[in-house]
Structure formats: C-alpha cells, structure tokens
C-alpha cells in the first residue's frame, strides 16, 4: 500500500496532540501504518510532530512538578528539590556519588608496606619468589624501548 507522506504526518500530528504523546515510538499504536513505514518516511524526524511531542512533554513536566510541589509526600518532595538543586547540592544528596580525592583534588597515594618480621621462612621466601616475578616482568614490558 502506497502512503502519502502528508497524509501520515497529519495523522500522527492528530494522534501527538490527541492522546498527549511524549515519545515517538508511541505515535505508530495510533496510526494506520507500521513503524518501518512511519521511519521511511522520516516523520520521526519531522519538525512540527517533535514541536508537538516536546509541548507535551513540557506540560507533563510542569504538571508532575506542581503536584510534587504541593505533596506531603518526602520522596515526590525530594525528586524536586533533586531537579531544582545545583550540583554542589546534589552530590550532598546523593548517597551513590562518592568522590575520594587528596589535597586539592589530587590522586590519593597508596603505598602498601609489609611488616616481614611476623612472616615465616616458607613465607619470606614466597614472597621472595613473587618479587622477582614481578621484577622480570618489568624487565620484558621495557626490553623493547
């Protein structure tokens, strides 16, 4: 079946403003077409359908917030507060952001040290055997410089 590219543009603008649409992949459940032939014609991409889908979103958006605003609900308050706060306020709120710096930001230093006065013999000379692994694997990672 042959579409008309108008014809389908008009369609999904009807069906954006009609149900409130707020994404694209939406608008082809309420079309007369498959979404292959809703993308081959490059409506996804038409202007005046993502003018429309942002109107929506924008509404949505604004009425959400009035609602959190005027909840006694902590989280609605805190999802809020989290979209109106700067960065400095929300890495105070976030409990999974976790920054580990030095003195004026700089890398931390870790050095590990091992006491080998509480080691055994069969102890030291592992870690004897270790050590020197380690130490002939630098010498083959700059061999060839």
Sequence with gaps: MAYNTKELKKA?????????LIF??????YMNCSSAT??????HEDDEIM?????????????LRTKWRESDNPTAQSMLYKLCANEDELR???????????E???PIEVKNTVNLDNLSLDE????????????????DSTSGL
Excluded: M
């Excluded at 105070?92 to 030095?102: A, I, M, P």
């Design 12 to 20: 999904a603008l009807i069906a954006v403003k009609k149900y409130n």
């Design 24 to 29: 694209v992949q939406e608008i082809v459940a």
């Design 38 to 43: 809703f993308y081959n014609h490059g409506l």
């Design 51 to 63: 003018e429309e889908i942002t109107k929506n979103r924008v509404v949505e958006k604004v009425g």
């Design 92 to 102: 105070r709120l976030s409990v999974t952001k976790n920054e580990v710096s030095g």
């Design 104 to 106: 004026n930001g700089k």
């Design 124 to 139: 030291l000379r592992e870690l004897e055997r270790i050590a020197k692994l380690a130490g002939d694997s630098d010498k």
